[in-house]
């Protein structure tokens, strides 16, 4: 290619380490590119809880939008903050190899954790989960980037904060008082990093897909699956996570009212081969087994 790719990105520094990643792995393949980093509107709106600003796809609108318009070649993203339902004309290209998936406690002492305690989050994946576990704590909300968040949590009187362990991880940032919550279910494609190109543009195509890691596609791919099938365009508490071990698709799905009162819960195998059926065949057992009632119940609270 005559020119360098542009590659569009959020301007924050987890954004930008994301970015420069997808820029690395064309670099080794011989191929230009220069990072054109933007603002979206979950960057600039940080005084309401992501579920009340009723925009699909509030970290990824601008990019796509850029990408549609021809004034970047391909845009980053991180696949959870992906709207289920792409913009048309528009295609996830590549999945790099995907980070841990996992959430993670942030805290100043566990000793709070059988008693009344403030946990911080803007997630309300996180926040039913929580809630389930520790009924007796308060859900304050949090938004701003990983450093913005760290800080509010150091100010403030909270007993610890959710995060992301990939981002964490991807900065960089070794901090002590730190717990993985392996029994928190993962946003679905949490710690995957996506790629999109527009479908008019077959070279760029070509030349992303080699970044493709096969594994982490097919991962995402049936945990979005899960969501799509489950949300019908609403924000919900729902979380899945989807793993390889042999010929087989080991797989885990929730859902949960805002509170965490009501909860369906399920745990799966499934054959690899099957892969492109396993996430809506999923989502409809949990409809059936009562998830209809929970997404009727979520879309009155939000007024959806």
């Known amino acids: 290619m005559k020119t360098p790719l542009r590659i569009g990105t959020r301007d924050s520094e987890l954004a930008l380490w994301q970015a420069s990643a997808v820029k690395e792995g064309l670099d080794n393949l011989g191929i230009a590119a220069e990072l054109i980093p933007t603002k979206s509107i979950g960057d600039i709106v940080l005084d309401k809880p992501l579920y009340e600003l009723g925009v699909t796809g509030i970290f990824t609108k601008a990019l796509d939008v850029a990408l549609l318009k021809g004034e970047i070649d391909l845009a980053v993203h991180s696949m959870k903050d992906m709207p289920t339902q792409l913009p048309e004309g528009l295609r996830i290209c590549a999945v790099l190899e995907r980070g841990n998936p996992h959430d993670v406690l942030i805290h100043k002492g566990l000793n709070f954790l059988n008693e009344e305690g403030i946990i ?19 859900i304050t909300d949090l938004r701003g980037n990983v450093q913005t968040r760290l800080k509010k949590l150091e100010d403030n009187a909270w007993n610890g904060a959710l995060f992301a362990a990939a981002g964490l991880e991807r900065l960089s940032l070794n901090l002590p008082d730190k717990t993985l919550l392996k029994w928190m279910i993962p946003a679905p494609a949490q710690g995957a990093i996506a790629v999109l190109v527009s479908d008019n543009k077959p070279q760029i195509q070509s030349a992303v897909k080699q970044l493709n ?13 899960f969501l799509r099938t489950l949300e019908g365009g609403c924000s919900a508490p729902i979380g899945a996570l989807a793993r390889v071990t042999g010929n087989e698709l080991l797989f885990q799905g929730i859902l949960l009212t805002p509170d965490g009162q009501k909860r369906i819960y399920m745990s799966k195998k499934g054959k690899i081969s099957e892969s492109e059926t396993l996430g809506k065949r999923y989502a409809q057992e949990v409809l059936e087994g ?14 959806e």
Not at 120 to 138: D, I, K, M, V
Not at 213 to 225: G, L, N, P, Q
């Open 120 to 138: 911080a989050t803007g997630s309300l994946r996180r926040q039913a989960q929580w809630l389930h576990r520790y009924p007796n704590h308060e």
């Open 213 to 225: 890691h096969h594994e982490s596609d097919i991962c995402t791919r049936v945990e979005r699956d």
């Open 290 to 303: 009562g998830g209809d009632e929970i997404m009727r119940e979520i879309k009155a609270r939000l007024g």
